[in-house]
Every structure is written in structure tokens, then in C-alpha cells.
């Protein structure tokens, strides 16, 4: 972005250089490290970051299962795009989809002993994926300002959609201290 000049009666806020700096730099790492993860997830088990990011979620609910809707939330995903997914993890067997038992309205995913077994077999690799590219090039206070930058960024986004759309069921992003790596 070319820099500027102030106008005496501009309100605008634009980045200072340092901010720039940092801006561009998180653009350009978060479209490099999704493919750089996918890449892996692709050679090693065959599975596109998403279908490996939706699996996981639901190893993480209760008999693992979750509402279709509940899991595009989860996803960042509409659930149009959610359903062709899960017809693609379901046509290889590790998923199926059944009626909400407490609410035949709803549709459940569920994750298939295939699909926790394959999963299983992809997690390691996925994490050491992400090891190598995060966590083994920060020490603990970086790895620290990470987290806390991520949940101050993840809050502002949920309050501000959540304003923007009060009706809308934006549930706030959960933590993710599970045992699948994602």
C-alpha cells in the first residue's frame, strides 16, 4: 500500500510502516501454512486439511458425533460445503450421518471406528507437521504471545460478528486442549 499523505481532515487510521511489516507478514503466513500442512495431510493420509480438521472435531465430542450444524460453525464452513465434505468422508467410510436423537430436525455426523482408525494414523504426522513449522522455531514466552495474540484476535472477531448478526449462532471458538492435534 503506498503510504499516504495526512489530510487534516482524514480519519482515516492507516498503518504505520512496523504495522504494515506485521500485516503482510501474517497474510502471507496464513496462506502458506494451510497448504503447507495439507501438503502433508495429503501425501500421508490422503486427507485435505478441512476433511482432517472435521474429523478430529468430532474425536473430540462425546461418542463422537455432532450436529451438522454445530460442526459448520466449528468448520468456518456453510453447510452446503459441509455436506458435500461429509459425502465425500462418508463414500470412503469414515463418517456416517444419522437423525439427531433428541431432535429429528437436526442431522448428526458421526466418526466411524474406520474414520477415528484412520485418523489415529494421520495425527502424528500431522503433528509433527506442525511442530516443525511452529512450535520448534518459537521459545515458550513467543509461543505464549502467540496464544494470547490468537484468543484477543478470535474474541474481537466473535464479539464483532456477534454484533453484526445477534441472531445468528456464532459460538465462540473453543480452546483446542484436546488430545487429536489439529
Known amino acids: ?76 464452513s456453510e453447510q452446503s460445503r459441509l455436506s458435500h465434505l461429509i459425502s465425500r468422508l462418508e463414500r470412503r467410510g469414515f463418517v456416517r450421518r444419522e437423525p439427531d436423537p433428541t431432535n429429528g430436525r437436526y442431522t448428526q455426523a458421526i466418526l466411524t471406528e474406520a474414520g477415528h482408525a484412520h485418523l489415529a494414523e494421520a495425527a502424528p504426522g500431522h503433528a509433527a507437521r506442525v511442530r516443525d513449522l511452529v512450535f520448534d522455531v518459537l521459545d515458550p514466552a513467543e509461543l505464549d504471545t502467540l496464544r494470547t495474540t490468537a484468543e484477543k484476535i478470535n474474541e474481537t472477531i466473535d464479539r464483532q460478528e456477534q454484533q453484526a448478526n445477534p441472531r445468528k449462532n456464532t459460538a465462540p471458538r473453543q480452546s483446542q486442549q484436546d488430545t487429536t492435534p489439529q
Not at 504495522?19 to 497474510?27: A, I, S, Y
Request: proline content about 9%; overall charge negative; glycine content about 4%.
Open 1 to 76: 500500500m503506498p503510504e499516504q499523505p495526512p489530510h487534516p481532515n482524514d480519519q482515516r487510521r492507516w498503518l504505520t510502516p512496523a504495522e504494515l511489516e506485521t500485516w503482510q507478514q501474517l497474510g502471507l503466513m496464513m496462506q502458506r501454512l494451510p497448504s503447507a500442512l495439507e501438503a502433508q495431510l495429503q501425501q500421508d493420509a490422503h486427507l485435505s486439511y478441512i476433511e482432517y480438521y472435521v474429523l478430529a472435531g468430532l474425536s473430540e465430542q462425546p461418542g463422537h458425533r455432532m450436529r451438522m450444524s454445530d460442526l459448520a460453525v466449528r468448520a468456518n
